[in-house]
């Protein structure tokens, strides 16, 4: 499922049991951990911890959760394991393409 699937399920079923000026508030605690979240990316690190954009996106999501905006079973659907192990195979690559100096052989 997609990020804007998720927003709009989550929105959908807060609406149906929140009162409206709570769904309001927990609206906003979404967007300011989404704002906040993607500052620290724009930046490529916190400008008031030490947290790099990992670290941001790591936080960012236990805030999610742990506000309630969205539960840990939807957080866990929406998780794309073919996006992960893609670019963890990447990671894998460009690992070993190091180690063997094939980056010094290109650059040269």
Known sequence: ????????KCTLVLK????????VMVLFIQALILLLTLLV????????FRVDRAGAAIIGAVLTVSTGVISFDQAAQSVD????????SMM??????NLS????LAGN
């Open 1 to 8: 499922m997609h990020g804007r699937a998720v927003v709009l």
């Open 16 to 23: 149906s049991y929140l009162k409206p000026e709570k769904v």
């Open 41 to 48: 990316f724009a930046l490529g690190k916190s400008p008031v």
């Open 81 to 88: 394991y073919r996006t992960i192990i893609l670019l963890f």
């Open 92 to 97: 894998i690559m460009a690992a070993y393409l």
């Open 101 to 104: 100096g094939f980056f010094q």
